[in-house]
């Protein structure tokens, strides 16, 4: 049993800018935890370790590492603001040579920066929809995208920045959306072209040869709307108007193809013992590369627990998979 276990997280509660007040947007904490999930996280953990130390995020993070210096820190933690957010955390973990569960700092860093992503996913000949990164109304006017088109955040998570009228359908629209982004979220937009197929998301845990988790649909929770029109938006989460299906009814020659460029994707971003991929099929049915997650949620109804649940794996198993998954990186 491991002596120690730390985790590393930023609360809902404690966001320095409540949601919706003084005109922040209301998903403004979107990728931050509850404490329901950071208590059962820690009881999972207890299984695993003979002491287990919660770190929240703020100031005196470092020096309470510093002193305590556990074995092993779960990391969960998003930061608070800027590209560079969640690569704060394992940074400062590396510097006191603590080892910590999930990517590193570069990894982090470049899966955050969605356009950053897809020029290195592109590299390895990776399919990906065709984008631009656009940070201005004028330069929105000179996409030469085919519309409609997607618009989002660059560098956000938890579906913030994006909404029902993301999908767009000519440059007047475009130019709104990304002033609207560059105004509420201070950052450029991801500007890609729509794709009209099925979305899926893929889990991965572990390194060397990943367990790939049973690949997810997402899909809207009425029946009756068109899957080509679906948008997986802040108001789709908030008002719990998607279903999830695990494993996706599609046949096994797609679920293997998704699944092999998951794992493509999570090396050559070169994630570590955790992430969630996502994916959308274009007109051709082909499935083309959206965006990685390196930090997924882990509360009950996040995504990746749920697919694990489909694989037969408890809360408890996911966690332990994971947690071991780091040691062994460590003390091979």
């Known amino acids: 049993m491991i002596s ?20 922040h947007p209301p998903d403004l904490a979107a990728e931050c935890e509850e404490e329901e999930t950071v208590d059962m996280l820690a009881s999972s953990l207890a299984r695993l370790a003979q002491k ?14 510093d002193e305590v210096r556990p074995d092993l820190v ?8 800027g590209r560079n957010r969640e690569s704060l955390i394992p940074a400062l973990l590396e510097l006191l040579h603590i080892p910590f569960t999930g990517s590193d700092a570069l990894s982090l860093g470049i899966a955050l920066d969605k356009a950053m ?16 990164k656009v940070g201005s109304a004028q330069e929105a006017s000179r996409v030469d995208l085919a519309f409609p088109v997607f618009v989002k955040p660059n560098f956000e998570g938890s579906s913030k920045g994006i909404r029902n009228s993301s999908r767009v359908d000519n440059h007047e629209e475009l130019a709104e959306k990304v002033r609207w982004i560059a105004a509420t979220y201070d950052q450029p937009a991801l500007v890609e ?3 009209p197929g099925r979305e899926f998301t893929v889990g991965i845990i572990g390194n060397g040869r990943p367990h790939v988790l049973p690949v997810m649909e997402v899909v809207p ?14 108001e789709t989460k908030s008002g719990n108007l998607e279903r999830f299906r695990v494993p996706a009814p599609i ?16 090396e050559t971003i070169e994630c570590r013992d955790v992430a969630r991929v996502d994916f959308r099929l274009d007109a051709e049915g082909r ?15 996040s995504l990746l627990p749920l697919q694990a649940r489909a694989a037969g794996m408890s809360f408890d198993d996911l966690v332990d998979w994971i947690v071991r998954s780091a040691w062994t990186r460590y003390y091979h």
């Open 221 to 234: 929770g009425d029946r009756d709307s068109a899957d080509h029109e679906f948008v997986y938006s802040f």
């Open 74 to 81: 779960f990391n969960i933690a998003e930061g608070w603001f």
């Open 287 to 301: 499935p083309n590369f959206l965006e990685i997650n390196p930090l997924p949620g882990m509360s009950r109804v």
């Open 193 to 195: 072209e729509f794709l």
């Open 4 to 23: 120690s276990v730390g985790i590393t997280f930023n609360l809902k509660k404690d966001f320095p800018t409540q949601d919706g007040e003084d005109g």
């Open 251 to 266: 046949p096994p020659e797609l679920a293997a193809e998704i699944s092999d460029m998951a794992v493509e994707v999570f």
């Open 52 to 65: 287990v130390m919660l770190f929240p995020h703020n100031p005196d993070m470092l020096d309470k590492l």
């Open 117 to 132: 992503a897809k020029r290195v996913v592109s590299t390895a000949g990776i399919r990906t929809p065709r984008w631009r």
